[in-house]
């Protein structure tokens, strides 16, 4: 339970820096992009495995970037249903799509499934050898 809360957090936080980072992006308070993290969570859990799914054909003709558009489509729909979370532009959704995106992944790679954050420390043991 602990790692979904933090992972929640982590796209909260990304949410919010997208919003100050893109003009087309508004969040009107902290309550506002925690309720569109939680609905982004649930639209992609849900409905972009069946979206990638139905559009396979046009996913592989445009080497995965259909992607993008359908990430902009889950964000879209977001701003749709939560009221203080908007989106405004189909370009201003995909480019903050693609930022939350990498933002949340690159946050939750040090997560664990306990929640607990975790950090490898590598040493060097000489030559090619690390430990």
Request: charged content about 10%; proline content about 2%.
């Amino acid at each position: 339970m602990r790692g979904i809360t933090l992972r929640w957090l982590t796209l909260t936080g990304a949410i919010l820096l997208a919003a100050y980072l893109f003009d087309g992006i508004r969040v009107s308070g902290f309550f506002s992009a925690v309720l569109a993290a939680g609905l982004l969570g649930i639209l992609n859990a849900f409905f972009r495995p069946i979206a990638l799914i139905l559009t396979l054909p046009i996913n592989i003709l445009s080497l995965g970037l259909f992607t993008f558009v359908i990430n902009a489509l889950m964000l879209k729909m977001a701003s749709g249903v939560i009221a203080g979370f908007d989106v405004y532009g189909f370009w201003t959704a995909v480019f903050g799509s693609l930022f939350i995106s990498i933002i949340s992944w690159a946050l939750n790679t040090f997560i664990s499934d306990k929640g607990r954050v975790d950090v490898i420390d590598l040493r060097h043991r000489g030559g090619n050898r690390w430990s």
